[in-house]
């Protein structure tokens, strides 16, 4: 796994360094953490990115396009929509426009690692909807921080 590990995060020694606890003052029951669906089209990436939020003691789940998404999502009912922008088939922000559809309540958060993504994002912020955003490569612990912080309305 080390090998993946430094591929896809820039914490190259997240896994055996120990640096990865559950949160001590968040810690959930399995019926009540934080639900997040992880939409990759590359799938060592959703898969890592699962791992990673599970060891961190949410409960995740990975999809790899953005229509194997919604179907998760109807099923599973997330809590956050964690989701590539740069996919084939379904980009991420149509995939955001329709769990939004399908989960008002529930949060959006984007990756990118491509600067040019900023227009299709700013069009969607014309037609009403923002979304949060990270910036790839992910750092897991500022990952699982920034999940855990409450979003502002």
């Known amino acids: 796994m080390g090998s993946i590990t430094s591929f896809l995060y820039s914490d190259q020694d997240f896994f055996s360094s120990g640096k990865l606890q559950p949160n001590a003052g968040s810690k959930r029951t399995s019926e009540d953490a934080l639900r997040v669906l992880v939409v990759d089209d590359d799938m060592r990436i ?5 791992e990673v939020l599970l060891t961190a003691g949410f409960d995740a789940r990975a999809a790899y396009t953005g229509e194997s998404a919604l179907q998760i999502a109807a099923n599973f009912r997330p809590d956050c929509l964690l989701s590539d922008v740069v996919m ?7 995939l955001a426009m329709a769990f939004r559809k399908l ?3 529930s949060r959006v958060v984007l990756m990118t690692g491509q600067a040019g993504m900023s227009d299709v994002l700013d069009d969607a912020e014309r ?8 910036s790839k490569p992910i750092r897991p612990r500022m990952l699982i921080e ?8």
Do not use: I, Q, W
């Open 46 to 50: 959703a898969d890592t990115t699962v």
């Open 88 to 94: 084939s088939g379904m980009n991420g922000v149509d």
């Open 103 to 105: 989960l008002p309540e």
């Open 127 to 134: 037609d009403g909807l923002t979304f949060e955003l990270l």
């Open 146 to 153: 920034h999940l855990r912080k409450r979003p502002e309305r």
